[in-house]
Every structure is written in C-alpha cells, then in structure tokens.
C-alpha cells in the first residue's frame, strides 16, 4: 500500500478521477517498439494507477479505453486491444475481487467479440458487490451516441404515456445515460498533450476539472498523479456559484 503523501489534503481529494489514456502509440514508436507494446505497458499504468487510487482513498476510477471512432485503426491493432482486453479480465479479475474493486463497463458492449462479452459479464457480476473502489471502463464508448440514445428512451417513454413532455428534465435523462448510477467525475486527466474532450463523458463532465500534462500514458506514474491531485487541489470549485464575500 502506498500512503497518501504529506501535503495532499484527504478531504479534498476527488472521489472520483476519469482518465483519457493517450499516447501509448507514440511511447512505443520512440523505442522502436510495435504499437501493441504501448498498449501493454499502457495496461500495466492503468493498473498501478487502479491501486494507487484504492489506496490513497479515491472512491471511483473511469477509464476511456476504446472509443467507438477506434474502430477506424489497423485491424490488427483493433484485433489486439479487443484480445488484450480479454485477457487481463480473465488474469486480474480474482486478484481485483480480493482487494475490493467492483467493476462496471460502459459503451456499446453488444458489437464486441463474444468472448469478451462474456468476460465483462463475469468480471461485473462476480465483483458487484465490493466496495473499495468502483473501476468503470468506457469500451466502445462515445459520448453523442450515449445522449442520443438517452433522449431516444425517454421519447419513447412519452409515446407510451409512461412520462409527459412537461416532466422531462435533467434527472429524467441522467436515469437514461450508462452512469446513472455512478457520482459525475470531479477530476479527468488526459496524457500525451492533447486538449480535448474526445466525445467523452460530455453530460458528466459539466463541472469537471480538467487536467493535462505532455507525459505520455505509459509513463504517468504515481509521482504524476501526485501532481495532478496538487493542481487539483488547488482549484476552487464553484459549480457556476459566485463566493459569498464576493456576491455582497
């Protein structure tokens, strides 16, 4: 177990950090190294960063690992990811049901290989009632289709008169969305530089703090996470609210 250093605040930590894992590509090509070894050092942080959040008192971790514009890369690589996925549910999920890490996934699950379906559906039940953290990865996972088919549910729920139009707002469609039942992340981290949002989480991530650095996903340590927890505290989170002493 690794302690949570001296000069975070444990009430001010995030209770839950969604991560956007870029440059695992661009890792593996500076060592002259295929791609699909970027996304297995890339599985390895995700790993440590998995426990070090459990440790360190962080409720909840969202991992965007496939988005559903990824099916456009090399088949081979598409082919890899898909088989990487599988088999580190199939080798982690008893050592991540004994330290208490109940896992979720969301996305469009029903396109992906059978195989890996049915892993998924094992690694959720067998770990739904643990505690220690919830570990939630995004698998052919885009953010517009998941709006979309929220607001197509709850369309569909005004045709048959379960809901009127005039009751229809916020809550009614969070209820509709893949997190319906998971707190909105209050801290995303992107690696590798870029700055964009990359059609994730958009409904939930209205008041998140963003963070971004240049290390590529492969190396973000615990030391980089630690920074990114002190820029995080060092935020002051208003949620559109103006300070009292301010407003008077």
Not at 72 to 99: I, K
């Amino acid at each position: 177990m690794t302690k949570l250093p001296p000069d975070l605040n444990p009430q001010n930590l995030p209770q839950h950090v969604a991560v956007i894992m870029d440059g695992n590509g661009r890792w593996a090509n500076s060592r002259g190294l295929p791609r699909i070894a970027g996304h297995r050092q890339g599985a390895r942080t995700l790993k440590e960063l998995l426990r070090c959040c459990k440790d360190w008192g962080i409720k909840a971790l969202t991992a965007y690992a496939f988005s559903t514009e990824n099916w456009r890369r090399p088949v081979d690589e598409v082919d890899f990811l898909m088989l990487l996925f599988e088999r580190l549910l199939h080798r982690e999920l008893s050592e991540m049901h004994q330290e208490g890490v109940r896992i979720s996934f969301i996305g469009d699950l029903s396109v992906l290989p059978k195989s890996l379906q049915t892993e998924m559906e094992r690694s959720v039940k067998e770990t739904l009632n643990n505690q220690a953290i919830h570990f939630t990865v995004a698998v052919n996972y885009g953010s517009r289709n998941e709006i979309t088919k929220a607001c197509r549910q709850v369309a569909e729920l005004v045709q048959r008169g379960e809901l009127s139009a005039e009751e229809v707002n916020e809550s009614v469609v969070e209820k509709q969305l893949y997190t319906a039942d998971t707190p909105e992340p209050d801290l995303l981290i992107r690696t590798s530089g870029e700055m964009r949002l990359s059609n994730f989480l958009l409904w939930q991530m209205a008041y998140t703090e963003m963070y971004f650095t240049d290390i590529l996903w492969p190396d973000f340590d615990t030391e980089a996470f630690y920074q990114a927890l002190l820029s995080y505290q060092k935020r002051d989170r208003r949620f559109g609210q103006v300070k009292a002493s301010l407003s008077a």
